[in-house]
């Protein structure tokens, strides 16, 4: 809409921002202060194109900038100072740095991304990013550089047979690069290139992924391959569909792969794949991350989503701006409000305090039961914590759970709740 706005007369502008306020406050109604933290899920949203890691530090490249959060995806800040091109394409880490692939050009951060440097690969439009120990590949579609030990790059698709690149791959310790009409490897830092496409269709390669032992492919309008020798041969897989796969991550013993309008999961190494059922109100997925066990999907006008007690739940949509706005409030405590219909109609709500919390929470309720129960469940659903909740206000010692993101279930003579809490 902005490209249409730019060109009307400014009174046009100024109408159709009212009406777009108007919209965002018909949408996301009227919370009380009880419910800031649902109410920090309406904002407009920027197209997440990838996401990097860094320790405990999570970054998201959208095409207004970089967002980063520092406590598991909860809260996200902009952190775009000296990124002369805003449209990121790609991200990796090397070590302490972290690399930003633009529209126009190769940038690098020192600070966690406080403030970026552009690079020797200036005003050229980067298409993928992947790192491999002191190492970083660099896709520029037409060639491929490499940046080893913190120099200059260096041409490396020099000797490669065709100059149409889509991605890069790295698998046991060796380079794979796929094109269109193939997939070539190297051993020897790219002076010797290898064909390994018996068993796969020459035309059509969309998608090359490593994962463990396993290499995957997606092939247009044919869909799913598996290599377990390398790359040296090629199986279909047994039931998938046609869908075009944009992206595979692996989370744990999971192989994900997304198209633009769905989500696969495999669970026995790529050999058959079962869709997830779609909550992510039919935007276009565009990529996929996994992080400390947490699967982040980003989308095209949706914001972010992530997957937590087996339900694809949406973190909220991001806007990304040219200061460093955080765009989800200072949590103190969680408390459900008006927003959630069956607490509402029970007339039960719940505050949890401190969070992020690192020893214990607290957690108050409105009603006078005592011996009510909680449980505490993981992302893949599994309960890692339960106990009695003796009175209206009530004190859980957590220390022993890992950090991450939880979700607090908890029943008081029949009223339940559930909501989420942040372990650092």
């Known amino acids: 809409m902005k490209n249409y706005i730019n060109d009307m007369p400014d009174f046009m502008e100024k109408t159709m921002k009212k009406v777009t306020l108007l919209y965002i406050l018909i949408v996301c109604g009227t919370y009380s202060t009880q419910a800031q933290l649902q109410q920090s899920r309406c904002f407009y949203s920027d197209r997440i194109h990838a996401f990097a890691s860094s320790g405990t530090t999570i970054y998201a490249g959208t095409k207004k900038g970089i967002i980063r959060s520092n406590d598991m995806g909860v809260r996200w800040q902009n952190k775009s100072s000296g990124l002369i091109n805003l449209h990121i394409t790609s991200m990796a880490t090397v070590g302490t740095l972290l690399y930003a692939g633009t529209e126009r050009g190769l940038f690098k951060s020192s600070d966690n991304g406080e403030t970026w440097l552009g690079t020797a690969l200036s005003s050229v439009r980067v298409i993928s990013l992947i790192s491999n120990g002191n190492e970083i590949y660099i896709n520029l579609g037409d060639k491929i550089y490499r940046i080893k030990d913190k120099v200059k790059p260096e041409l490396f698709s020099i000797n490669l047979p065709f100059d149409k690149f889509i991605d890069i791959v790295i698998h046991n310790n060796r380079v794979y690069v796929h094109g269109h009409y193939g997939i070539y490897t190297t051993d020897d830092d790219g002076f010797n290139w290898k064909s390994f496409n018996n068993g796969l269709p020459m035309l059509g390669i969309n998608t090359l992924y490593s994962a463990g032992k396993t290499l995957f492919s997606y092939v247009e309008s044919e869909g799913i391959y598996r290599s377990n020798d390398n790359g040296e041969t090629w199986h279909k897989a047994a039931n998938y569909t046609k869908h075009p796969i944009v992206k595979f991550i692996k989370n744990g013993g999971d192989i994900i792969a997304i198209s633009h309008s769905e989500i696969f999961i495999s669970t026995d190494d790529g050999i058959t794949w079962t869709m997830e059922e779609n909550s992510w109100n039919s935007s276009q997925l565009t990529t996929v991350y996994t992080f400390n066990g947490i699967i982040f999907i980003g989308t095209k006008d949706a914001g972010i989503y992530w997957k937590v007690n087996n339900k694809w739940e949406n973190v909220g949509t991001i806007t990304v701006g040219t200061t460093n706005n955080v765009w989800k409030p200072e949590i ?93």
């Open 332 to 424: 103190q405590s969680i408390t459900t409000g008006v927003e959630n219909s069956e607490n509402a109609q029970n007339n039960f709500t719940v505050s949890i305090f401190p969070m992020p919390a690192k020893e214990s929470i607290t957690v108050h309720n409105n009603t006078n039961i005592e011996n009510g129960t909680y449980s505490i469940i993981n992302h893949i659903g599994e309960i890692v914590q339960q106990g009695i909740i003796p009175a209206k206000t009530h004190t859980i010692d957590i220390h022993t759970l890992p950090a991450g993101m939880y979700i607090f279930s908890m029943d008081m003579g029949g009223k339940g709740v559930k909501e989420k809490i942040l372990v650092q």
